[in-house]
């Protein structure tokens, strides 16, 4: 991709799953990569499997105070974000009439509060330097009914709303813009779906299997390179047909 040498790359939720694959996709791209993580034990990982990565920051992305502590110092250590993958994310799959208080509470600390205080650090500091790039991970989810995450889902579709919003507010000198995967193969995926069900999922997808995270990063090195510099404001989806005939509601 034109324009990711040198560039600068924060990743939130960037120690595993499509993060990780992110942080790989940029480092081939000759990217410097910082990941942002609050699992020590996926970061220490993911720093001995990608020993180039600049830095595995530790923070919750839904305590402010970490989130500003957090990308101070990765501006110490690469000097300057020039792109933010805004990728942190939880779900816990449950019937609606079964969500607690503390369990709604606590995916949208993560899923959209968590994302507003990243983007908003992140803007103030690309506003300042006059550029920059910000992409966040949104969901089919978010844009389609999907039983068993109703909080999940929520969060979402407000992540698309914000991102639209920072869009029109930020441009021109800050691109913004959201990724809406499908299903995607990821240890949080694997974690919550059994063989059987994963299986039932492929076969109401057109192509009959669920995306893989690199390719989730692809789409992620793509807009954030300058081959995608007039693209700002809008969703992508990478669902592998899915959501294109109402397959998703079934």
């Given at each position: 991709?034109?324009?990711?040498?040198?560039?600068?790359?924060?990743?939130?939720?960037?120690?595993?799953?499509?993060?990780?694959?992110?942080?790989?996709?940029?480092?081939?791209?000759?990217?410097?990569?910082?990941?942002?993580?609050?699992?020590?034990?996926?970061?220490?990982k993911i720093s001995r499997e990608i020993?180039?990565?600049?830095?595995?920051?530790?923070?919750?992305?839904?305590?402010?105070?970490?989130?500003?502590?957090?990308?101070?110092?990765?501006?110490?250590?690469?000097?300057?974000?020039?792109?933010?993958?805004?990728?942190a994310g939880i779900s816990i799959r449950?019937?609606?009439?079964?969500?607690?208080?503390?369990?709604?509470?606590?995916?949208?600390?993560?899923?959209?509060?968590?994302?507003?205080?990243?983007?908003?650090?992140?803007?103030?500091?690309?506003?300042?330097?006059?550029?920059?790039?910000?992409?966040?991970?949104?969901?089919?989810?978010?844009?389609?009914?999907?039983?068993?995450?109703?909080?999940?889902?929520?969060?979402?579709?407000?992540?698309?709303?914000?991102?639209?919003?920072?869009?029109?507010?930020?441009?021109?000198?800050?691109?913004?813009?959201?990724?809406?995967?499908?299903?995607?193969?990821?240890?949080m995926q694997r974690a919550e779906y059994?063989?059987?069900?994963?299986?039932?999922?492929?076969?109401?997808?057109?192509?009959?299997?669920?995306?893989?995270?690199?390719?989730?990063?692809?789409?992620?090195?793509?807009?954030?390179?300058?081959?995608?510099?007039?693209?700002?404001?809008?969703?992508?989806?990478?669902?592998?047909?899915?959501?294109?005939?109402?397959?998703?509601?079934?």
């Amino acid at each position: 991709m034109r324009g990711l040498k040198a560039k600068r790359i924060l990743i939130t939720g960037g120690a595993s799953g499509i993060g990780a694959a992110t942080a790989a996709r940029f480092l081939e791209e000759g990217s410097v990569v910082c990941i942002l993580d609050r699992d020590a034990e996926a970061r220490n990982k993911i720093s001995r499997e990608i020993p180039s990565l600049k830095g595995a920051i530790a923070a919750d992305v839904s305590d402010l105070e970490q989130v500003q502590s957090a990308f101070a110092e990765a501006i110490q250590l690469m000097g300057g974000v020039d792109v933010l993958i805004n990728n942190a994310g939880i779900s816990i799959r449950h019937n609606f009439l079964d969500i607690t208080p503390a369990e709604w509470d606590k995916v949208i600390a993560v899923n959209l509060t968590g994302v507003f205080y990243v983007a908003q650090t992140a803007a103030r500091h690309m506003m300042e330097r006059g550029s920059g790039v910000i992409l966040q991970t949104a969901s089919t989810n978010g844009v389609m009914g999907y039983p068993y995450y109703a909080d999940y889902n929520a969060t979402k579709a407000g992540v698309i709303e914000l991102t639209k919003s920072m869009a029109l507010e930020l441009a021109p000198k800050v691109r913004v813009c959201a990724v809406a995967p499908g299903y995607v193969l990821t240890p949080m995926q694997r974690a919550e779906y059994t063989d059987e069900m994963l299986e039932q999922v492929n076969q109401k997808i057109p192509l009959r299997r669920h995306a893989q995270p690199e390719e989730i990063a692809a789409l992620f090195a793509f807009l954030a390179s300058d081959d995608a510099a007039n693209m700002t404001g809008h969703v992508y989806t990478c669902d592998g047909g899915e959501t294109a005939g109402g397959l998703a509601s079934r």
